[in-house]
DNA sequence: ATTGGATCAATGTGATCACAAAATCCAGAA
DNA sequence: TTCTGGATTTTGTGATCACATTGATCCAAT
């Protein structure tokens, strides 16, 4: 990937370019190597454990924030991704299906009136892109994952202890195939 | 604060000073309005508990990382810095204090070997910093916190849960000073 | 055929320019 | 004195340029 490439997919000059590299740099995105050449950030294991730790100390508060403001229609948008999550499973569509996980996610977040936890969030999983499209690729998928399910359970049953200790499981089950 | 100036001031163009001043803004340190002008940020209460709340997540479990690794060199090293910070508190200089402060927590979670997590408090730290600056500028400290005696004291005894509830009192007493 | 270096193309960085929009300023009238 | 409206200056954005550095390619010698 080359800045004047990148500018004149995107019919602007290489400055805008160069910018939006730049950010997603700066928020870990990708990384640049000694002579400013971008690459896809090469995460350990050791990073890996320190992102995922991130997400289940920020993501169980969130939920918990959005606990009492999720009213049916959310929790009934919830199920409605969720169905759309089995379909990329189904479809062995990798990418569909990382990307509604997160929305998934994000849906539920938004209802926390958090805008900088959710944005430290992102961030995160900005960081965690590329491995997770990695590890997804060679797991074969086939359903939505439990944890969901159980998610849109708790939020039913105004369920907080049963919430939070949910989403720390949806979240650090990535992590745990990918330790082995 | 103009793009032109800051270029001026450090001796380069308008574009690495633009640069520098997109990536503040993009970690929260300054907010852009509608027309490109930067401006400090202003942070409503909503925002600022919300702040506290992760350091008041995250900064525990760096300490608490931080811990086991930590050899009594380090210990003596947070105490001096302590001393320190005691020492602006009575020559009543105010970005001294902040600065210090900032250096304690940041050389204790160094010792955590946790950079993601870091960068993210650091991330917040940046966010706060213009509020603390107006913050502990009415508040006239006159000695050394009492909880980053604590934090030294369960260092010492190697007390996990003493040093956890240090951590979380002294990021969240910032904030109730400021709910008057 | 392989390897070594030398040349060359390509890329990122920083500077400067043109332009549009916003802010400031100044004059005049109520 | 204060408000208003236009003119002027300022400022951010995007484009283009010059340059240094890096990675690649190619040719020659072993």
Redesign the pocket.
Known sequence: ???????KTF?????????A??RLVADGGLS???????STPELSNERLEELASIRALIEPELASRALPRAHLALIDRLQAINASIAECAAKHDDVGYIRTNLEFHRTLYLRAQAPAMLAMTETVWLQLGPTMRAMYARLNRTEVPHNHRLIVAALRAGDEPGLRLALRSDVTQGLRLLAV
């Not at 019919?11 to 910018?19: I, L």
Request: a positive charge; proline letters at 4%.
């Open positions: 990937m080359t800045l004047r490439g990148i500018g019919g602007v000059s290489m400055t805008p370019a160069r910018e590299v730049r640049l190597s000694s002579s400013g050449r971008v």
